[in-house]
């Protein structure tokens, strides 16, 4: 059973920058499609950036395409989500997630994701 922790979350004015770690345990990420997605309360959830396992391509919302990079760390079973440039409506809760295999867009079925950390960007 995958487990995966976010941090890295806060409070931050536009304009600037936050990077976001999710540490996992119970499986090795390198074979695992990891990925970023976030949520609004009464709003649909938003697939934000995922990375793929093998050559590692990455997939982008067009909202954060620019701004946010997804990275991994297969050694240390850790997935990282740099944030740039933040608009206020990129304020949400943001969490990390696995599926075995290749990534093929930013919106996957997710076998595995973690609670949460709260990202907050005011104007």
């Known amino acids: 059973q995958g487990h995966l922790v976010e941090s890295g979350g806060g409070s931050v004015q536009a304009g600037g920058s936050l990077r976001l770690t999710c540490e996992t345990s119970?499986?090795?990420?390198?074979?695992?499609?990891m990925g970023w997605y976030r949520q609004v309360p009464g709003k649909e959830r938003e697939g934000v950036a995922t990375i793929s396992t093998g050559d590692g391509s990455t997939y982008y919302a067009d909202s954060v395409k620019g701004r946010f990079t997804i990275s991994r760390d297969n050694a240390k079973n850790t997935l990282y989500l740099q944030m740039n440039s933040l608009k206020p409506e990129d304020t949400a809760m943001y969490h990390c997630?696995?599926?075995?295999?290749?990534?093929?867009?930013?919106?996957?079925?997710?076998?595995?994701w973690g609670q949460g950390t709260q990202v907050t960007v005011s104007s």
């Open positions: 997630a696995a599926v075995g295999g290749r990534c093929y867009t930013t919106r996957m079925g997710w076998a595995y």
């Open positions: 119970g499986f090795v990420i390198g074979t695992y499609c």
